[in-house]
């Protein structure tokens, strides 16, 4: 039965390592893969990892206390049961004996062993009662650790920049807060206090098996340095393949999810063939990493058996023959044996025990690395209001910006939109066009200058203020799941059916939308597959319509279009930015020539400014990029 559990416990020990080393792999498969330092499963600074994950457990200590205490306690009385039994082997084996020799039967009572019996059970049963205590004090204290770090990185991600999104990749973010916190909340429940538990009860063993018969001690010794040196370097090996595993499926994830997006543009190629060739290949990789993986999983528990098993004979061996000697009782023959039995476990599990830990410690690192992230500038303390209605006056006042502070994009931007005009912002890819926009938005912060709306800096205002004077029509349309009416109605949540409706028809969707089955109320996943760019793009430009804001933002909003429908969209468009300022980027220039001003942006820097006709008439910049599209 002992063997059994051993057995059992290995089995497990192995498996947790085997999904340790894994890593995030099946939570962020449909994602960019990490970069190699973010996916490292050895701690750079464990002392100060360990140390902000105490801190963290701020008011659940206590539990870690009492799971310690109670996984002593289990050790203690593990421990002592061999040592009684030897004992009470030793008694029963005596009555068995004097039984014999008087030619009656053996019967146990109270009084010639029975009660002893009990005390042994006893024993048994408080380990069992302090180890059942542990694990649910423990559990409980992983989980509300685990609830609590969840908690701090869903308020960081609400304060986090917008340079921080465009640094990273959401599998990233998402990753911390789902795989990495799952690993450290396994490895809290299952090897932290297995790592005590291990160490006490090795020591403990030790020491026992010491005190009954040093020479045979010595031979056990012997064999466990040879099994813990072997797991050692097993497990490093493990690491190295889990590495490679890894990387392999990560190869073989992005053939798949690119051979089912592009599907279309594959078949249309005739790269089926092709396709289906790179998916073989990465998947033959995949299976050779694989298989290695596994052959040094699985060889690592019958080795170390191996060796157990060797040295339980060469005990066994010596221990008859003082048993024969009579230098050993029978009690204290088969306590011995208890005591290798109880030793070998924590052989077979410390260094696995040991790398999950790491790999854990990994894992909040990256967490806290999440949570350590530069923050958006606090709102004020005593923001300032634009004064209702607001007009919509913006003007840009020696604008200073740089991604990189060292490596600033605009060095002197001003400019003035008035009231109800349309400005036009054009330029080449990467000309600080929709930098402009951001900055106008807050979505990155000024490095000098000003930007005011009526009159009142924008740094003075809290973020949700200003941004409720906006609405923006991104080039890449975002539909959350849900319904059509839903989706329009985003921005404006009270909003009635008909000012939907109303909101579709401005936008020339509507049509569109009343052939579908459920009208309105047809659902839509959140990336919008089900219908075509355009009619996304539709959708969105809906939504601003419907929430009739001071100032509107287009970024081009026409850009998956047809000509036609951009005309019809663009009338619509002039319609509801009457008497409203507007923002146009745009690269066809035939929608803007009626703006009341067109900035013309080169790395970062207005070159030039005015109508369309004074920018043509000027024969600069915006006149070559005007012939270069009419001509």
Same mark, same amino acid.
């Given at each position: 039965?002992?063997?059994?559990?051993?057995?059992?416990?290995?089995?497990? !020990?192995? *498996?947790?390592?085997?999904? @340790?080393?894994?890593?995030?792999?099946?939570?962020?498969?449909?994602?960019?893969?990490?970069?190699?330092?973010?996916?490292?499963?050895?701690?750079?600074?464990? #002392?100060?990892?360990?140390?902000?994950?105490?801190?963290?457990? /701020?008011?659940?200590?206590?539990?870690?206390?009492?799971?310690?205490?109670?996984?002593?306690?289990?050790?203690?009385?593990?421990?002592?049961?061999?040592?009684?039994?030897?004992?009470?082997?030793?008694?029963? =084996?005596?009555?068995?004996?004097?039984?014999?020799?008087?030619?009656?039967?053996?019967?146990?009572?109270?009084?010639?062993?029975?009660?002893?019996?009990?005390?042994?059970?006893?024993?048994?049963?408080?380990? =069992?009662?302090?180890?059942?205590?542990?694990?649910?004090?423990?559990?409980?204290?992983?989980?509300?650790?685990?609830?609590?770090?969840?908690?701090?990185?869903?308020?960081?991600?609400?304060?986090?920049?917008?340079?921080?999104?465009?640094?990273?990749?959401?599998?990233?973010?998402?990753?911390?807060?789902?795989?990495?916190?799952?690993?450290?909340?396994?490895?809290?429940?299952?090897?932290? *206090?297995?790592? $005590?538990?291990?160490?006490?009860?090795?020591?403990?063993?030790?020491?026992? @098996?010491?005190?009954?018969?040093?020479?045979?001690?010595?031979?056990?010794?012997?064999?466990?340095?040879?099994?813990?040196?072997?797991?050692?370097?097993?497990?490093?090996?493990?690491?190295?393949? !889990?590495?490679?595993?890894?990387?392999?499926?990560?190869?073989?994830?992005?053939?798949?999810?690119?051979?089912?997006?592009?599907?279309?543009?594959?078949?249309?190629?005739?790269?089926? %063939?092709?396709?289906?060739?790179?998916?073989?290949?990465?998947?033959?990789?995949?299976?050779?990493?694989?298989?290695?993986?596994?052959?040094?999983?699985?060889?690592?528990?019958?080795?170390?058996?191996?060796?157990?098993?060797?040295?339980?004979?060469?005990?066994?061996?010596?221990?008859?023959?003082?048993?024969? !000697?009579?230098? $050993?009782?029978?009690?204290?023959?088969?306590?011995?044996?208890?005591?290798?039995?109880?030793?070998?476990?924590?052989?077979?599990?410390?260094?696995? #025990?040991?790398?999950?830990?790491?790999?854990?410690?990994?894992?909040?690192?990256?967490?806290?690395?999440?949570?350590?992230?530069?923050?958006?500038?606090?709102? &004020?303390?005593?923001?300032?209001?634009?004064?209702?209605?607001?007009?919509?006056?913006?003007?840009?006042?020696?604008?200073?910006?740089?991604?990189?502070?060292?490596? &600033?994009?605009?060095?002197?931007?001003?400019?003035?939109?008035?009231?109800?005009?349309?400005?036009?912002?054009?330029?080449?890819?990467?000309?600080?066009?929709?930098?402009?926009?951001?900055?106008?938005?807050?979505?990155?912060?000024?490095?000098?200058?000003?930007?005011?709306?009526?009159?009142?800096?924008?740094?003075?205002? #809290?973020?949700?203020?200003?941004?409720?004077?906006?609405?923006?029509?991104?080039?890449? /349309? =975002?539909?959350?799941?849900?319904?059509?009416?839903?989706?329009?109605?985003?921005?404006?949540?009270?909003?009635?059916?008909?000012?939907?409706?109303?909101?579709?028809?401005?936008?020339?969707?509507?049509?569109?939308?009343?052939?579908?089955?459920?009208?309105?109320?047809?659902?839509?996943?959140?990336?919008?597959?089900?219908?075509?760019?355009?009619?996304?793009?539709?959708?969105?430009?809906?939504?601003?319509?419907?929430?009739?804001?001071?100032?509107?933002?287009?970024?081009?909003?026409?850009?998956?279009? %047809? #000509?036609?429908?951009?005309?019809?969209?663009?009338?619509?468009?002039?319609?509801?930015?009457?008497?409203?300022?507007?923002?146009?980027?745009?690269?066809?220039?035939?929608?803007?020539?009626?703006?009341?001003?067109?900035?013309?942006?080169?790395?970062?820097?207005?070159?030039?400014?005015?109508?369309?006709?004074?920018?043509?008439?000027? +024969? +600069?910049?915006?006149?070559?990029?005007?012939?270069?599209?009419?001509?």
């Amino acid at each position: 039965m002992t063997s059994k559990r051993e057995e059992t416990r290995e089995r497990d !020990a192995l *498996l947790a390592e085997k999904d @340790m080393a894994d890593g995030a792999v099946a939570a962020d498969a449909s994602h960019a893969d990490p970069a190699p330092d973010e996916e490292s499963e050895v701690p750079t600074d464990a #002392t100060a990892t360990a140390r902000r994950l105490w801190e963290a457990a /701020a008011g659940q200590r206590w539990r870690v206390v009492v799971a310690a205490v109670c996984a002593v306690a289990y050790v203690c009385f593990s421990l002592a049961a061999p040592a009684y039994s030897a004992g009470l082997v030793d008694l029963l =084996w005596a009555n068995i004996q004097e039984a014999f020799a008087a030619g009656t039967g053996f019967v146990i009572t109270l009084d010639n062993g029975g009660a002893q019996i009990l005390t042994f059970l006893g024993i048994w049963t408080a380990a =069992w009662v302090f180890y059942t205590v542990q694990s649910l004090v423990m559990a409980s204290f992983a989980e509300r650790l685990n609830l609590g770090l969840r908690r701090q990185i869903s308020a960081k991600v609400g304060r986090l920049p917008l340079s921080y999104y465009d640094a990273h990749q959401p599998g990233d973010t998402i990753s911390r807060a789902t795989n990495d916190l799952d690993k450290v909340s396994e490895v809290l429940q299952r090897g932290l *206090l297995q790592l $005590l538990i291990s160490v006490v009860t090795l020591v403990g063993a030790t020491i026992m @098996m010491a005190r009954y018969n040093l020479a045979l001690t010595g031979v056990f010794l012997v064999f466990a340095v040879a099994s813990f040196v072997l797991t050692k370097v097993v497990s490093a090996r493990t690491l190295v393949y !889990a590495s490679e595993r890894q990387a392999s499926l990560g190869r073989l994830t992005g053939k798949v999810e690119e051979a089912y997006s592009g599907r279309a543009v594959i078949k249309s190629f005739g790269r089926d %063939d092709a396709s289906a060739a790179e998916i073989a290949e990465a998947a033959e990789a995949f299976a050779r990493t694989s298989e290695r993986m596994d052959f040094v999983t699985n060889a690592i528990s019958p080795a170390i058996r191996f060796l157990t098993r060797l040295a339980q004979v060469g005990i066994g061996l010596l221990a008859g023959g003082m048993l024969v !000697a009579g230098q $050993l009782t029978v009690g204290v023959f088969q306590a011995f044996f208890q005591y290798v039995t109880q030793a070998t476990e924590p052989l077979t599990q410390l260094s696995l #025990t040991v790398n999950q830990l790491q790999g854990a410690l990994a894992a909040a690192e990256r967490v806290f690395r999440l949570l350590d992230e530069p923050e958006v500038e606090p709102d &004020p303390a005593g923001p300032l209001r634009p004064v209702e209605p607001v007009r919509g006056r913006v003007a840009f006042e020696h604008v200073r910006f740089g991604y990189d502070p060292a490596r &600033p994009l605009m060095h002197d931007v001003s400019l003035v939109a008035e009231p109800g005009q349309k400005v036009a912002i054009v330029g080449a890819t990467g000309a600080g066009k929709t930098t402009l926009i951001n900055l106008l938005m807050r979505f990155y912060e000024v490095d000098g200058g000003r930007i005011t709306l009526d009159g009142v800096d924008t740094r003075q205002m #809290t973020r949700a203020d200003l941004r409720r004077q906006f609405g923006m029509v991104l080039q890449d /349309a =975002w539909l959350f799941e849900g319904s059509i009416a839903q989706n329009i109605a985003y921005g404006h949540p009270g909003a009635t059916r008909e000012e939907v409706e109303a909101a579709a028809r401005a936008a020339h969707v509507d049509f569109f939308v009343r052939t579908l089955p459920q009208g309105y109320d047809t659902k839509i996943s959140n990336d919008g597959e089900n219908i075509s760019q355009g009619q996304r793009q539709l959708l969105t430009i809906a939504r601003a319509m419907l929430c009739d804001p001071a100032i509107l933002i287009l970024d081009e909003a026409t850009s998956s279009v %047809d #000509t036609r429908t951009e005309q019809a969209i663009v009338r619509a468009m002039e319609a509801i930015m009457e008497n409203r300022t507007s923002f146009v980027i745009a690269h066809r220039l035939s929608t803007i020539v009626d703006a009341d001003l067109i900035l013309v942006m080169d790395h970062g820097t207005i070159i030039e400014q005015g109508t369309h006709a004074e920018l043509l008439a000027a +024969g +600069g910049a915006y006149a070559e990029l005007y012939r270069s599209q009419f001509a």
